[in-house]
């Protein structure tokens, strides 16, 4: 088993930034890909970055590229999403998830997520 924990979550101005962070536990032995995600009210889950194991290839959804990053301090188990310039349509409960293996921008590839951490950002 791996537990997720998220952090970093708060209410901020657009424009503002926010740097999201995740933190690994237990059987992390294996090589997991990692992702980002984010869910707004009434919508469905929806990708918003990944990362590979050794952090030389990440992707990103076209809402995120240019304005967040995505990466991971695999001593300290933990990966991060800087997002600058945030626009109140990023707004959502943000959660990590690690997959065995690679990456997906699929949510049912994921095999561990975490509770998640509210992003709100106010006009």
């Known amino acids: 088993q791996v537990q997720l924990v998220e952090s970093g979550g708060g209410s901020v101005q657009a424009g503002d930034s926010l740097r999201l962070s995740c933190a690994c536990s237990g059987r992390t032995d294996s090589t997991y890909g990692m992702g980002w995600f984010r869910q707004a009210p009434g919508k469905e889950r929806e990708f918003v970055a990944a990362?590979?194991?050794?952090?030389?290839?990440?992707y990103y959804a076209n809402s995120a590229k240019d304005r967040f990053a995505i990466s991971r301090d695999n001593a300290k188990k933990t990966v991060y999403l800087q997002m600058n310039s945030l626009k109140p349509e990023d707004t959502a409960v943000y959660s990590c998830?690690?997959?065995?293996?690679?990456?997906?921008?699929?949510?049912?590839?994921?095999?561990?997520w975490g509770q998640g951490t509210q992003v709100t950002v106010s006009s």
């Open positions: 998830a690690a997959k065995v293996g690679g990456v997906s921008w699929l949510t049912a590839h994921y095999d561990y």
């Open positions: 990362i590979t194991w050794s952090g030389g290839n990440t």
